[in-house]
């Protein structure tokens, strides 16, 4: 992996990977195969010192620098922000289309069919239907 951060990375990545799972490929891929000399720029925007991906990985584990960058990402905390936001908004919604609890569950109900009968969602479909 580290050989890989010697590959010519793009000055516009992408914002995030994209794979087509339908590819042979895939199941042999490994992380080494997303990694390029862009990469690097993680280590510059986290402040940690990347000096010592010039020594062998084996020594890592003795090298002060890695260990310090090691307990630096151990202690990030991963939160799915895009889920967390839709989440939140959805429960604020909830709260202004109704308080009573029954109300709110037949109105769930009442979209759930209305879906399950027009599942594209399109105008047409639902003049069509009457």
């Excluded at 584990?61 to 151990?74: I, M, S």
């Excluded at 029954?102 to 105008?123: I, N």
């Amino acid at each position: 992996m580290v050989k890989a951060l010697e590959e010519e990375g793009s000055d516009d990545p992408a914002r995030r990977i994209n794979v087509d799972m339908t590819s042979d490929g895939v199941g042999k891929k490994s992380l080494a195969d997303f990694v390029t000399s862009s990469s690097k720029k993680l280590f510059r925007a986290m402040g940690l010192d990347s000096a010592f991906l010039d020594s062998d990985p084996a020594d890592w584990h003795t090298d002060e620098v890695y260990l310090a960058g090691a307990r630096r990402v151990r202690r990030l905390k991963v939160v799915n922000d895009f889920a967390e936001r839709g989440v939140a908004m959805m429960q604020e919604f909830n709260l202004c289309l109704t308080k009573d609890e029954s109300q709110r569950q037949y109105l769930l109900q009442v979209v759930e069919e209305h879906r399950r009968k027009f599942p594209d969602a399109r105008k047409s479909t639902v003049t069509s239907a009457n």
